[in-house]
């Protein structure tokens, strides 16, 4: 029997459902490049519907969708909301386009704003704890400073020794997600920011930071995904403190 619905939007490996899923919440991960009509996902998800992870087709970008969600789990026992909102258009690493793509839209980040505020409704609507993550963007100015920043590091005491190597992409991200990559949280709902379990990073490759960007090249959707994955380790973290009593 499942113990609740855990939601999370704009997230395609499912990764920060897993420590919900393994615990027996019932977990829904929506983003665009899930094929509706593939059965057979990349093994490293497993199957569409894997367990208590349902890996589903959505065109966040649409509002019609996204009152579809809301009207879907309006009676349902949702737990918890995650939302990964696409940095494209927000990340301040982005900002030399800035000006290029405000002349073919000069409303693009407006827009971009509008989706995570869209999330933060949605979840403060269930009454549930949330997050909403980006990395430092301009949500900061066009909708509100954020509430917590981490670093994958500082979590990555979390994941044990004997499970240190990432299990599908270990060539790209540090074992125990020993790097570093300034991540930004927009919470509320009562969304309890874990306690950091740090681990040394200083000496992966130098600087502590991530190989992923040096080893990856180009735009592909690939490297869009392998950059912004989970830290393993931040997603067992906000597990183990937003679980409450189930």
């Known amino acids: 029997m499942s113990k609740g619905i855990v ?3 704009y997230d395609f490996t499912g990764e920060a459902c897993r420590p919900w899923a393994e615990a027996g919440y019932e977990c829904y991960a929506y983003d ?13 998800m497993g199957p569409r519907n894997s367990g208590t992870i349902s890996y589903i087709h959505a065109d966040l970008h ?10 879907e789990f309006s009676d349902q026992n949702v737990v918890f909301g995650m939302a990964f909102c696409v940095c494209t258009d927000l990340a301040v690493s982005g900002a030399a386009w800035f000006a290029k793509k405000a002349e073919a839209n000069p409303s693009f980040q407006d827009e971009a704003v509008s989706y995570a505020m869209w999330c933060a409704k949605l979840f403060n609507s269930m009454h549930i704890p949330y997050f909403i993550e980006n990395p430092v ?3 900061a100015t066009k909708w509100r400073k954020p ?14 020794d004997d499970a240190a190597e990432h299990p599908r992409w270990p060539e790209y991200i540090a074992p125990r997600d020993a790097y570093k990559k300034k991540t930004c949280l927009w919470t509320g709902g009562g969304f309890v920011m874990p306690t950091k379990v ?4 200083e000496g992966y490759h130098g600087n502590g930071y991530s190989t992923a960007m040096m080893k990856l090249g180009g735009k592909s959707q690939r490297t869009k995904d392998i950059r912004s ?3 393993r380790g931040f997603a067992e973290a906000v597990y183990q403190s937003n679980k409450g009593e189930n």
């Open 7 to 9: 939601i999370s939007l």
């Open 147 to 160: 509430d917590y920043s981490f670093h994958p590091y500082e979590y990555g005491g979390y994941i044990d």
């Open 62 to 71: 649409n509002h019609e969708t996204l009152n579809a969600i809301q009207d």
């Open 32 to 44: 665009i490049q899930h094929d509706p009509d593939d059965e057979e996902y990349p093994d490293f």
């Open 198 to 201: 740090a681990v040394d990073c």
């Open 137 to 139: 963007s301009v949500l």
């Open 229 to 231: 994955a989970t830290p």
